[in-house]
Structure formats: C-alpha cells, structure tokens
T-cell receptor
Framework: KNQVEQSPQSLIILEGKNCTLQ??????????LRWYKQDTGRGPVSLTI?????NTKSNGRYTATLDADTKQSSLHITASQLSDSASYIC????????????FGQGTELSVKP | DSGVTQTPKHLITATGQRVTLRCSPR?????VYWYQQSLDQGLQFLIQ???????AKGNILERFSAQQFPDLHSELNLSSLELGDSALYFC??????????????FGPGTRLTVL
C-alpha cells in the first residue's frame, strides 16, 4: 500500500468550475506536506508547503488544507482555467530523514472549455 | 524557467550501456536532488546531495550513482542499463535555508530511452 494515496486518479471539469483533490497519507511523523503541479513532460512546480501544525495554505486560486488527525490533505482549485490542466501531486516529507520525499501517484486534471 | 538546467534533454541508448546525466542547480542553491519518473511508478526520490555530500538516499539502485562537485553541479550515472530504466529523470535544487521547508525547483528533465 502506498504511503501517499491520491484521489481521484483523474478528473475532468469545465472551465470556471471549482474542484477538490484528495490526499491520504500514512507517513508519520512528517515534517511537511506539499502540493506540486506538473505539466506534461515538465518538472513539477511547488504550489503549497504546510507543516504538520498548519491547517490551510493558499496560493492564488489554490488552497491546500491539512488535517493531521485524520492524515488527510486536500487541494481546492477555484474558478478553474484551461491552464490548470496538469497532474497534481501530493508529497509528504518524513520527519528527520534528510531530504527524502514520498510522492503520491498524482491526480490528472483536465479543464475543458 | 526554474533556473535549474539539465543536459541532455533526450538520451537514447542500448541495454547494458552506461550514461551520465548532468544537472546545474540554481545560483546559490547548495542542495541537489535526483528523481526518476516512469509511467508505472510515478515520481520516485533517488538521492540528495548537500554541498558535495550525500544527505539522503531513496530508491536508488546499486547500478546508479551520483555525485556533487565543488562547483555544485551534479551528475547521475546509470550503468548496465535495462529496458525498465527508461524514464524521465529530474533534478531539483533548493537552498535548504529554511531547514526542511525549502522549496525545490525542478529542472526540465532528461528523457532516457533504453532500447
């Protein structure tokens, strides 16, 4: 079983709509949790970074939430744009293991006009 | 543009061969990370170097090795290549000044195809 699991695997929404992506993790203890956006064939780009004590972090139209008790995080995208079409990856950094990162498999988001 | 450069962009080689992938971090970043992304495995952390020294190790095969040079550029060496090594290899860099809360900046990747 993966230590970081994301759902749904893929999602299609219409431009202008909101959506929420889920991330469940078992990594414990952890230092911080991150969300990345990856366009096809390109390197991931960091969207948000949250420590275990933070509940929410925003970056423009992207808002990440974290519930350390239930070990769940979500990424909410508001007023989606065509350029939001990408893979969104949840990453958990274990505590005290150097720079090791544990990646989820990603959610493939497609925004249609 | 993240400021991280990787060469070559594409690499096609045969099984059993050895290749070297190169990464130049952003100016001022002391930490370099290597990742492998294949279709069936997603992104996998391979190894991290900080100021020339290995800092963390992930799912890196014994056939793979890496190093970071005094000028902070890094190389990932892949030997005895197998078909399953075909993947995108990303390098990322960070300044690690925020002790674990550093933002990693990813390069454009090297696409390796093993035939």
């Amino acid at each position: 079983k993966n230590q970081v699991e994301q759902s749904p695997q893929s999602l299609i929404i219409l431009e202008g709509k909101n959506c929420t992506l889920q991330c469940n993790y078992t990594v414990s203890p952890f230092s911080n949790l991150r969300w990345y956006k990856q366009d096809t064939g390109r390197g991931p780009v960091s969207l948000t970074i949250m420590t275990f004590s933070e509940n929410t972090k925003s970056n423009g139209r992207y808002t990440a939430t974290l519930d350390a008790d239930t070990k769940q995080s979500s990424l909410h995208i508001t007023a989606s744009q065509l350029s939001d079409s990408a893979s969104y990856i949840c990453v958990v950094i274990p505590y005290n293991q150097g720079g090791k990162l544990i990646f989820g498999q990603g959610t493939e988001l497609s925004v249609k006009p | 543009d993240s400021g991280v450069t990787q060469t070559p962009k594409h690499l096609i080689t045969a099984t059993g061969q050895r290749v070297t992938l190169r990464c130049s971090p952003r100016s001022g970043d002391l930490s370099v990370y290597w990742y492998q992304q294949s279709l069936d495995q997603g992104l996998q952390f391979l190894i991290q170097y900080y100021n020339g020294e290995e800092r963390a190790k992930g799912n890196i095969l014994e056939r793979f090795s890496a190093q970071q040079f005094p000028d902070l550029h890094s190389e990932l060496n892949l030997s005895s290549l197998e078909l399953g090594d075909s993947a995108l290899y990303f390098c990322a860099s960070s300044d690690l000044k925020r002790g674990g809360m550093d933002t990693q900046y990813f390069g454009p990747g090297t696409r390796l195809t093993v035939l």
